[in-house]
Nanobody
């Protein structure tokens, strides 16, 4: 059974920093692309950052230069370091892993339960 458990969300003032963590179990972590999505109520879930098994990272334009994704295969954990936070970063953040039979993020992702990030102005 695949489990993704996020932690680290909370309330922060603008220009502050937060670090999200996601511990994964039940999958071949080292082979998978993993990532962070976020969703505002009523909007589509959007991909914020992803990292491949070869440690290649990519980001949404809105967070480039402010957020950093990383992975620790020995701990089966990914992180999202969020700096210079803005009120528009407020959302529920979800950890995701490539689904069964694939190494890439897509429609078959495994999902965590989500963690709320709220940035006040």
């Amino acid at each position: 059974q695949v489990r993704l458990v996020e932690s680290g969300g909370g309330l922060m003032q603008a220009e502050g920093s937060l670090r999200l963590s996601c511990v994964a179990s039940g999958l071949v972590f080292r082979l998978k692309t993993l990532g962070w999505y976020r969703q505002v109520l009523g909007n589509r879930r959007e991909l914020v950052a992803q990292i491949t098994k070869d440690n290649l990272a990519s980001y949404a334009e809105s967070v480039t230069g402010r957020f950093t994704i990383s992975r620790d295969d020995s701990k089966t954990t990914i992180y999202l370091q969020m700096n210079s936070l803005k009120p528009e970063d407020t959302a529920v953040y979800y950890c995701a892993a490539a689904g069964p039979g694939t190494l890439d993020l897509g429609s078959g992702n495994y999902w965590g339960q989500g963690t709320q990030v709220t940035v006040s102005s």
